[in-house]
Every structure is written in C-alpha cells, then in structure tokens.
C-alpha cells in the first residue's frame, strides 16, 4: 500500500450502502474498496466540492492509511498530517477556527505534540466541538489518519433552522425519495410531514417535480415545517398543510407518496399505532395513482406490514437500516417500499 496515497473516505448509516454506491457510481466516483459503514474513493481535489454535494453520505474525510501511520510516526512526520489539513481547509480558511484530535492516548507527548502542531501552524484553537476533526486510529492492522472535510457532518442541512426532536435524517430521507420513481412523477405527498426533511429533499433533488405537497396535524411542526422549505428557497414549490390523517383530508391523487410513520418515541407516544397506521394504509390506496408507489419509513415494521399485507398493496422492496440513537440505543428501522397490486 502506498502510504502517501490520499484517498477519500465516506461514512453512511449502516443499510444505505446500495444507496450510497448507486449515487456515487451515478455521479462518477472511482471506487476503491470498502469496509463496514464506509466507501473508499479515489481522491484528487477537483473531486472535493462534489463530494460536499453528496446526499446519501453521512460524513466524509480525506484519509491516509498504512502500517506506519500511529501517533509516534506522524508526531515525527507532522507534515503527514499537515498534507490533509492543507486540501481541507484550502479555499475554506474562514470556516475552520477549532480543531479536535480523535486518538487514543490523548495525553501522551506524541498527541500532544501532534496538537501543538496544528495549533501553531494553522492558528486553531484545540476544542472538544471543533471545526476540523482530525482522527488517527486503527483498523486491524492498518493506521488511518484522516480529515472531515466540513466542519458539520454532510447530513447535517443548511436548510434546518431548527432540530426538531423526531426528525428525520436527511440521508435516509434522500434515500426513501430515490425508491419513489421521482425521475419520471409529477405529483409527490409526505403525510406525517414533521418539520419538511422528505418534501425538501425531493424538491431539491427532482426539479420535475410540479406538485409537492406535506401535511401534519401538529401546529409546532408545521411552522418548524414552513421554516425549513422558506430557509431551502422552497416556499413557492411545496405546500404544506395543517390536516389529520382520520379526518381524510383531499388533496387529489399523487404519483408517489413518501411517509416518516410515527412510531413511538418522541412523537405519538399515546397514540394507537395500530389505528394510525391503518387509517394512514387505507389513505394511500384511495391518494396513490394505479402506477405510483408509497414508500413508507417505520421501526415499528412488522406493525405496518400486517396492515400492508392485507391490504391493497404489494411489498416490492424493504431495506433494513440500523443507527445508534441520541439515548445510545440503537434503532433498527426499515424502508418499505409499496406498489398498488394490479
Ligand atoms: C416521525 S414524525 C415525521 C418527522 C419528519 N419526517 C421530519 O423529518 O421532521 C411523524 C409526524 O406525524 C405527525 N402526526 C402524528 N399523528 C398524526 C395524525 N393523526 N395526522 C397527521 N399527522 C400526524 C406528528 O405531528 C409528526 O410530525
């Protein structure tokens, strides 16, 4: 392995990677290899600003990996480490004011030597919630050391004004809109809206788009809603509405319809699920045209696909994602992707 090679790495959520290569291999990414939840590819600085324009990816960094790559080598070789520190912050100087080292051994003299490093060359501060994350860390055998090439994680989407507790993740939001067949639909519904993540995502990617439309039946969501899609540049494009999913509200019929379901934690928590969902089944079979598809977005799965199964739709496609949450427990929800039987 050649240890000076730099290489691009990206992080996603563990389940996501068909979606990841499909979007990379679209946009015409060189793959190199692949570990657990990341994608390796080819690196060269050109490529640095499409990558910030990723939508499946969780986080990205420029990277070296070798066997002589730990702490006491790169704290002799600082210019290493300096090499991914100069393609980060290049051209985005203003951006970076604090740096944080992740590594084992902190307090050693190597890492601290290696802080020392960085503080006097780039005239960071060193802080625990920093601009520039530096990693040095090891994978069996093989050192990595690395660079976040933003200071926020790519997931992490300008248009949020507000993190609204529930809300979903813009990454499996980008990917439960690119099982809706959004290329060739016209007409695209959220129900259970929240604070906008799936309408705005679809906006954004599918500017073919001519009707999108979210409802909610929570008035706090609903502004935090409006926020968001002002805040995307999205205001004449989506339209989102105050309406409760018993009550049937009419909004004519669409070619897909995407839904982040309630499912318990934060949100809903007395509600019955059981009479939600189904209300929410029987809405899609009258609001989806014969051709559409629902693609629906739950860790309560084995719930809604009782509901499905005796319903009016077929399953044609599940993908099972699994995330540690904010509680530090992990969540093991699914896609569902869903077609009206013929
Ligand atoms: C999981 S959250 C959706 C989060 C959203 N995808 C986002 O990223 O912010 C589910 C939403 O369903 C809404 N909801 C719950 N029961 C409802 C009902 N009966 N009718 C309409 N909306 C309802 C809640 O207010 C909540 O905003």
Redesign the pocket.
């Known amino acids: 392995m050649n240890e000076s090679e730099f290489k691009i790495k990206l992080s996603h959520i563990t389940g996501l990677r068909s979606v990841v290569l499909e979007e990379l291999e679209r946009t015409g990414f060189e793959i190199l290899e692949e570990s657990d939840e990341s994608l390796f590819v080819a690196f060269s600085e050109e490529i640095i600003p499409e990558v910030k324009h990723l939508k499946s990816v969780a986080r990205a960094y420029v990277v070296r990996q070798g066997g002589k790559l730990h702490p006491t080598h790169i704290s002799n070789h600082k210019s290493l480490l300096g090499g991914l520190i100069d393609i980060v912050i290049k051209n985005d100087k203003e951006h970076f004011k604090s740096f944080r080292i992740n590594c084992a051994g902190s307090e050693s003299r190597e890492v601290k030597g290696i802080s020392k490093y960085v503080h006097d060359t780039y005239g960071l501060e060193e802080k625990e919630d920093a601009d520039l994350k530096i990693h040095i860390i090891k994978n069996e055998d093989v050192w990595e050391i690395g660079v976040q090439v933003t200071p926020r994680p790519l997931s992490v989407r300008d248009y949020r004004v507000v993190n609204?507790s529930?809300?979903?993740d813009p990454t499996i939001?980008y990917t439960v809109n690119s099982f809706c067949n959004l290329e060739t639909a016209k007409s695209y519904l959220n129900?259970?809206?929240?604070?906008?993540?799936?309408p705005i995502e679809a906006g954004q990617v599918f500017p073919n788009l001519e009707r999108l439309v979210g409802?909610?039946?929570?008035k706090k969501?609903l502004s935090l809603?409006i926020q968001n899609v002002k805040k995307a540049g999205l205001i004449k494009k989506i339209q989102i509405k105050e309406?409760?999913?018993?009550d049937k509200p009419d909004f004519g019929k669409f070619d897909a319809i995407a839904s982040?379901?309630?499912?318990g934690m934060m949100?809903?928590k007395d509600?019955d699920l059981q009479k939600?969902y189904k209300a929410f089944v029987e809405y899609c079979e009258d609001k989806l045209e014969p051709d559409g598809r629902l693609v629906v977005y739950t860790s309560q799965y084995e719930l809604i696909e009782s509901i499905l199964m005796k319903s009016c739709f077929r399953i044609v496609r599940t993908l099972q994602l699994k995330f540690i949450t904010n509680a530090n427990g992990y969540l093991r929800p699914k896609i569902i992707v869903c077609e009206l039987k013929g």
């Open positions: 609204m529930g809300a979903m939001a129900v259970f809206s929240g604070s906008g993540t799936l409802f909610d039946n929570d969501h809603s309406a409760d999913i018993f982040d379901l309630p499912f949100i809903s509600e939600l």
